[in-house]
Every structure is written in structure tokens, then in C-alpha cells.
């Protein structure tokens, strides 16, 4: 079971979070729960860790940005055994969870279950892990990169072979897309797997995109709950392989990414070579490149666009400055606009229907929207477009694929394609 943010927001909230605990455990099972910090620690924490230093140590960011899981693991036992309910808080290290060293954004690479199955069989009944965190080779603290709670609890549940990894959250499970921006916006009863990895890459936050990778490698089943509201074995959405109904929906969600920036190289040499060199300066300086669109040459020189988080601009460009600098790369400008969005249409249908596209690019036009970048992929297609634009977007495609009528069963929907 894993609780986010909200859920564990306050000592109140945390109390409930016990109870909830305890019903599954009067059910028979030994709990793992996975907790995050309280809603608004981390940023909190990274806050005071970017007000200390410009150019922080990575291992003492890790150190002090993973302390709001520790707390809310340590009140979270209390709470429990308040209820007289055996419980016992882990952080990352004693579990031990060991981790890459790439400090904010380390990989999990192994998880032991011997200490905490030695206090199972001991009598503890609740495992109280705090999220987000583990521990590099060379014995420091390291974080799983935002949102890494969700990691650790899928990575635990394989670990422990566990039934089933429940993730409690502040919506009651995935919906077609967020309900906080769209309205009309239905909870799905199940996604696939690829579908939901997709929705997370492209902005929908619900679950961590690694989380998804893990569970579909591990096979480990999620469900989405809430964590507010009560829940029974149907309750909320069912993350799993994808089933021969789910081939007819052609769209399952639209996503979105508010934070996201587009940058172009006017004039690079059009040769091979050059991308290399683009991408391999900007791979080396950590930015993650998502779009990239090359322009057709004229006279051997063409211009080169690609799009990166709004955090990343900064990064991107000195790597781009250094190696013109260092005579390695030849370009006239380089400008970026900080003022864009992501909008992403996902559906395994997508394989099979054509004119998707279409109907996507039209509705943006009727709507006055105009695309900057396009990518595709087999089941998704996104598009960069004016942040101010970006809510109307959602909505817009939300109608347009009649998403409102897809809701609890995934059942043919009258996409108005042929
Ligand atoms: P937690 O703190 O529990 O980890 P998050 O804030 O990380 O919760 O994720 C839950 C949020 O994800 C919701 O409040 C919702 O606004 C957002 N979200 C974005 N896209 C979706 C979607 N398709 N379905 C459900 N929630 C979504
Ligand atoms: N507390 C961390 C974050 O806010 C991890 C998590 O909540 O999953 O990103
Ligand atoms: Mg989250």
C-alpha cells in the first residue's frame, strides 16, 4: 500500500491512513506501506536546499530532500500502534533498497527482503517504508527523482512477491485525462500498462512513469484508489496487461505537460554528424530531449528544433554555447521559447485506426490552436502548442474523441473515424 502527499498530509489524515491499514490487516495479510512526505514537504525541502547553495552538492540535495519520508514513516507506525497494530518504520537504508549513485534520479537496483521478513515472522504486522529513497554502493543516501514513491512501493511489491500494490492517491484512479484541467474527464475501471506509461512519460503525473516500467516488467498488478474516500476490491483502476477489448479504444486518455520549452539552432551545417554532436553535448550535460525536428537544408545548412523541460533550458543552453565556443559546433542563434505545452492524444487503437492524426490537428485548428512541433509514436501523438492554450487543448480533444462516454467499460466508442 502506498499513500501519497495529501493522504499523509496531516495527523489527522495519517490516522486514517492507520486505519486503513489496519482493515487490510485484520484481512489476514502483513502490510508493506510505502509512505511520501506530507503535501508540500518536499518542495519545501528543495526550497531550502536551492536557498543554501547555487551549485549544491547532489549528495547532500539527497540528503536533506528525502528527510519528509522519514518523518511521515516514523508518525505513520506510531499511528498504527496506537491501534495496537505491530508496526515498524524503515528508511531506504535499513530495508537496505540500494540504488545508482545518480544522485535526485537514482535507479533501484536490488532490494533485500531479509531483515523485514525477519520481523514479519518476529510478529510485525505493518512495514512502514519511506518512499523516494534508497542507498548508493558508496553508503549514501539517494532519491528516486519526483514523484519516486510510487517506484519505491512497485519495486517492493515485487520484491516481496507481493498480491497486489495498491496506490492510494488524492483521485480515485487513472482518469481519461486530469480531472483536475477537464471536467468531463471519466475514471477508467482498467488501462494497460503501455497505455499508462505512455499518459505518465506525457505528463500524467497519477503514477511515476518508472513505476509502470517496473510493474510491467515484474508483473505486478496496481491498482489506483483513492485514499479519501472508501474503497472495495473494484474500487478505482485496475493498471494491468492489456486485454483483446481494449484493442477497440482508440484513444484512451489525453495528457498534458505544462512545463515544457522548445529550443532551435538556427544555421547548423546539415551533415553527418552534427545530431551527433547536438545530442550527445546536451545527453552529456543531463537534459532530457523529448521532440526533435530537423528542418529540410537549403544550402548545405539547416535549423535543428528540440523540446526540454523548462528547468532544463538553462543546462541546455551553456552545453550548446560550449561547444560553439569550442569551435565544434557552427550555428547563427539559438532561441528559446519557455512558453509552450504538451498535449498528447494515447490509445493502443491507434495501431489499427487511421485518421487519428487528422481528426486531432483539426479540432486544434478549429480552436484557433496552432502546432509548433509534432511526434508521434504507435500509440500516442503529441503536440507542442502556447502554454496559454493548453487547458482549451484537453478539453477540446477530450470531446472530439468522445472520451466522456468511455468511463467504466472500454467499450467501442463512435470515434467519428472510418
Ligand atoms: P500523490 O501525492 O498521491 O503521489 P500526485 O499529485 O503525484 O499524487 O498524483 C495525483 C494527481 O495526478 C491528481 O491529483 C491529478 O491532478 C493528477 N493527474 C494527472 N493526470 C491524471 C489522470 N489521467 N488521472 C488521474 N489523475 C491525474
Ligand atoms: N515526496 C517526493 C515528491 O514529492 C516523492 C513522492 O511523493 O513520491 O516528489
Ligand atoms: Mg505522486
Redesign the pocket.
Known amino acids: 500500500m502506498k499513500f501519497?502527499?495529501?493522504?499523509v498530509a496531516d495527523l489527522d489524515r495519517i490516522r486514517f491512513v492507520a486505519e486503513r491499514v489496519a482493515t487490510e490487516i485484520s484481512k489476514g495479510y502483513d502490510a508493506i506501506v510505502v509512505v511520501?512526505a506530507m503535501a508540500g514537504k518536499t518542495n519545501e525541502l528543495i526550497a531550502s536546499v536551492t536557498g543554501s547553495s547555487t551549485f549544491y552538492d547532489a549528495r547532500e540535495y539527497d540528503a536533506v530532500v528525502s528527510s519528509g519520508e522519514n518523518v511521515t514513516a516514523g508518525l505513520l507506525a506510531l499511528a498504527l500502534q496506537e491501534l495496537d497494530i505491530p508496526a515498524r518504520s524503515w528508511q531506504g537504508w535499513q530495508v537496505p533498497i540500494r540504488c545508482s549513485s545518480a544522485h535526485a534520479a537514482a535507479r533501484i537496483e536490488s532490494i533485500s527482503t531479509v531483515n523485514i521478513n525477519l520481523k514479519f515472522a518476529e510478529g510485525m504486522k505493518a512495514a512502514v517504508v519511506a518512499g523516494f529513497q534508497g542507498i548508493s554502493a558508496e553508503g549514501r543516501i539517494t532519491t528516486l527523482g519526483r514523484?519516486g514513491s510510487?517506484t519505491t512501493a512497485v519495486a517492493l511489491a515485487a520484491a516481496f512477491q507481493a498480491e497486489q500494490c495498491h496506490i492510494y492517491?488524492?483521485?480515485d484512479g487513472?482518469?481519461t485525462?486530469?480531472?483536475?484541467i477537464c471536467s468531463k474527464a471519466q475514471r477508467l475501471d482498467r488501462i494497460s500498462y503501455e497505455e499508462m506509461l505512455e499518459?505518465a512519460s506525457l505528463g500524467?503525473?497519477?503514477l511515476q512513469t518508472r513505476s509502470i516500467e517496473l510493474a510491467m516488467r515484474n508483473h505486478v498488478t496496481l491498482r489506483v484508489l483513492s485514499s479519501f474516500e472508501s474503497v472495495s476490491d473494484a474500487s478505482g483502476t485496475l493498471v494491468c496487461d492489456e486485454e483483446k477489448d481494449m484493442e477497440s479504444k482508440v484513444v484512451a486518455?489525453v495528457a498534458h505537460s505544462r512545463d515544457e520549452a522548445k529550443l532551435t539552432l538556427i544555421s547548423v551545417a546539415d551533415r553527418p554528424g552534427i545530431a551527433a554532436t547536438i545530442f550527445g553535448a546536451l545527453g552529456e550535460a543531463g537534459v532530457n530531449v523529448d521532440m526533435i525536428v530537423q528542418n529540410i537544408s537549403e544550402e548545405g545548412r539547416t535549423d535543428m528544433t528540440f523540446s526540454c523541460p523548462t528547468d532544463q533550458v538553462f543546462f541546455a543552453q551553456r552545453a550548446l554555447e560550449c561547444i560553439k565556443q569550442d569551435g565544434i559546433l557552427n550555428y547563427s542563434e539559438l532561441v528559446a521559447d519557455t512558453d509552450v505545452a504538451k498535449v498528447s492524444a494515447v490509445g493502443i487503437g491507434m495501431r489499427s485506426h487511421t485518421g487519428v492524426a487528422a481528426r486531432m490537428f483539426k479540432v486544434l485548428s478549429e480552436e484557433g490552436i496552432n502546432i509548433k512541433v509534432i511526434t508521434t509514436s504507435e500509440i500516442k501523438i503529441s503536440v507542442l502548442i502556447e502554454r496559454k492554450y493548453m487547458e482549451l487543448a484537453v478539453q477540446s480533444l477530450h470531446d472530439a474523441f468522445h472520451l466522456e462516454n468511455v468511463g467504466a467499460s472500454a467499450v467501442e466508442m463512435d470515434t467519428g473515424l472510418c
Not at 4 to 7: A, D, E, P
Not at 177 to 180: G, M, N, S, T
Open positions: 501519497g502527499g495529501t493522504s511520501s514523484g510510487d492517491t488524492d483521485v487513472v482518469y485525462a486530469d480531472p483536475r499518459l500524467a503525473k497519477v486518455g
